[in-house]
């Protein structure tokens, strides 16, 4: 699986956008972007996946470059409850392939 | 509750023990990973199950490291001659079919050996 990069802490204020980046430049074809968030002492939780195209549900929005190469998370109003690791994996989907996780950002939301 | 469940929570065992950790996955789901969490890092995969057998146990650290599910649903991650690197949060997740989208996690057994 590809490797990415993240910034290892971000903060942001409650109500505002936070805007979470990752860096995957040797991200394959057939790999998609995948995030999952880990709030303290908690196993960690699927939030949104992507192929090329941007993406969007209840909890969250994904925005991939069109090159691939880079995405961003976007959490439309931070709350005092997504304060926690943010993870940014690339993984092959349908195969039995595992989720390898990085070190994933700290987000602190503050008041 | 319908998630993973993971026992114990917490587990202290003397150098040298044998201990076992257990995951009950949701009911149905086929697929079943373990991964192995240190403090300040991301959790590292260990094992995969795809029903009863281990299709992948690429990252079991050594042979001291083993893992069963006898009937494909409950499964048992057992480590022998425990060391004081062992310790670490134990993370067990499941899916519902091999190449599922999303993992459901459990909250983890911490492990400390003293």
């Known amino acids: 699986d590809a490797k990415t990069t993240q910034p290892p802490s971000m903060d942001c204020a409650e109500g505002r956008a936070a805007n979470l980046p990752c860096n995957h430049s040797?991200?394959?074809?057939?790999?998609?972007v995948y995030w999952y968030r880990q709030i303290h002492s908690q196993g960690p939780q699927y939030i949104i996946h992507?192929?090329?195209n941007n993406e969007t549900n209840e909890m969250a929005s994904l925005i991939i470059t069109e090159d691939r190469k880079s995405s961003t998370l976007i959490l439309p109003h931070a709350t005092l409850r997504d304060t926690a690791v943010y993870y940014c994996?690339?993984?092959?989907?349908?195969?039995?392939?595992?989720?390898?996780f990085g070190t994933g950002t700290r987000l602190q939301v503050t008041l | 509750g319908a998630g993973v469940s993971q026992t114990p929570s917490n587990k202290v065992t003397e150098k040298g023990k044998y201990v076992e950790l257990r995951c009950d996955p949701i009911?149905?789901?086929?697929?079943l990973y373990w991964y192995r969490q240190s403090l300040g890092q991301g959790p590292e995969f260990l094992i995969y199950?795809?029903?009863?057998?281990?299709?992948?146990d690429s990252g079991l650290p050594n042979d001291r490291f083993f893992a069963v599910r006898p009937e494909g649903s409950v499964s048992t991650l057992k480590i022998q001659r425990t060391e004081r690197g062992d310790s670490a949060v134990y993370l067990c997740?499941?899916?519902?079919?091999?190449?599922?989208?999303?993992?459901?996690f459990g909250q983890g057994t911490r492990l400390t050996v003293v």
């Open positions: 997740a499941s899916s519902p079919e091999q190449g599922s989208t999303e993992a459901f």
């Open positions: 040797t991200i394959s074809g057939n790999e998609y």
């Open positions: 992507g192929l090329k």
């Open positions: 994996i690339v993984r092959v989907v349908g195969t039995a392939s595992k989720l390898t």
């Open positions: 009911s149905g789901h086929t697929a």
């Open positions: 199950f795809q029903g009863t057998g281990a299709a992948d």
